[in-house]
């Protein structure tokens, strides 16, 4: 019964870390893509270039984060 418990405890351990991991990953994501739409917001007003630029910069730069980051994501799935 006690091996159950301690089972039990670690895989809520387990949960629990993996859903904060989550949430703070999320949470960089967020101020990330928010930071680089300010950025090219105020570069593209001072300078008024083209909006189809404006969007493919836009784009480019939030697909480029993707591909970086991606591989960030590892496999910590140890039993």
């Given at each position: 019964m006690s091996n159950d418990t301690a089972r039990t405890s670690r895989s809520d351990r387990r949960r629990v870390r993996t859903v904060v991991s989550g949430v703070l990953r999320l949470l960089g994501d967020l101020l990330a893509v928010s930071l680089w739409v300010l950025l090219l917001t105020l570069l593209?007003?001072?300078?008024?270039?083209?909006?189809?630029?404006?969007?493919?910069?836009?784009?480019?730069?939030?697909?480029?984060?993707?591909?970086?980051?991606?591989?960030?994501?590892?496999?910590?799935?140890?039993?």
């Open positions: 593209f007003l001072e300078t008024a270039w083209p909006r189809w630029a404006f969007y493919a910069m836009l784009v480019g730069g939030v697909a480029l984060y993707v591909t970086v980051t991606a591989a960030w994501v590892g496999g910590d799935d140890e039993p």
